[in-house]
């Protein structure tokens, strides 16, 4: 009988040498790629929930961080993190025309005042649509970039002013322009900089955070209040990654999904006042206000890229008129 206790003893120890030992093998190690610097707010954004999902988890996942496109570039995020080449990668749907066909609407220049209100409409969306484009990958969160405004070394007081006016910009920012009467310039944000000095660009139209963040405030001390269209982002995991992943760590993670959309986009809201009073008491910044009658003469000349989008939408068989009718719904909920 000793002998059977004994054998029953050792058996129970090894059964739970095999259940305990996962536990023993550590925390998950998650990689999380991202393309801009670090200091800009899809990098803040990222550590911000590095950081929750550390705490939420009691340290049972672990996330290393790759901002700067150490680990993946802006155009090769999505492929990358389906590959397996990263854990997950915030990604800038405009920055890959036609790969994202819906969610990219919240780009066209319908009239968003803020990141917070555009980016739960563009969550909203998603949410309503799932649309096709993400079936490959585990979506994490999404949010936008605040609207774009003209920066500028002249000033720019009327829609007048922009006739010819050479900008730098990017994706729907450029055809924007195009339609207003100006010259969009596509170049890298980084190269921004020195063609202002050199008299190639007047200015640029983006998200007015730069001023501070990459001290465009230096060179453009007019901004022009517009809000003409904003950038959507999203954080995707690898579906293999997100199936490795227990229940509780997967529900802790699509709980915060929403929370970290409106977070980001209250920062983002927040984090440009912030660079617009350091670039006044910095370098005197002088900011132009458009009246009503100037916005809406500027909204009738860019409406047909509305029209644009819609047949493209319909090509790849997507009610274009539907999801800008949510669209509208869910930003006038938001504005209230």
Known sequence: MSRFFALTAVAVLFVAMFVISPVQAGPVMLRYANFPPASTFPCVQMERWKQEVETRTAGQVQVQTYPGGTLLGAKNM?????????????????????????????ELPVGFSSSTVASQVLWDLYQLYTPKEFAKVKVLAMFTSAPTNIMSRVPVRTPQDLEG?????SG????VLDRLGATPVSMPMP??????????????LSSLEVMKDMNFAEYCPYVTRTDFQVY????????????????????????????QSVWTGTYMDAHVLDSLAWSKKTYGLTTFELDDVQKAAMQ??????????????KDKGIDGEAVLTDLYRLKKVYQK
């Open 78 to 106: 999505l492929r990358g993190v389906m590959k397996g080449q990263a854990d997950m990668g915030c990604l800038c749907m405009s920055y890959q025309p036609g790969v994202f066909p819906l969610t990219t609407v919240t």
């Open 165 to 169: 006016l050479e900008l730098r910009a």
């Open 232 to 259: 959507p982002f999203a954080v995707v995991m690898n579906m293999r990654t997100w199936n490795s992943l227990s229940p509780a760590v997967q529900k802790t993670m699509d709980d915060l999904a929403r929370e």
């Open 191 to 204: 190269e921004t900089p020195e063609a202002l000095q050199k008299g190639l660009v007047k200015g640029l």
């Open 172 to 175: 729907m920012a450029s055809s």
């Open 300 to 313: 009738e000349k860019v409406m047909p890229l509305l029209e644009e989008w819609k047949g493209k939408a």
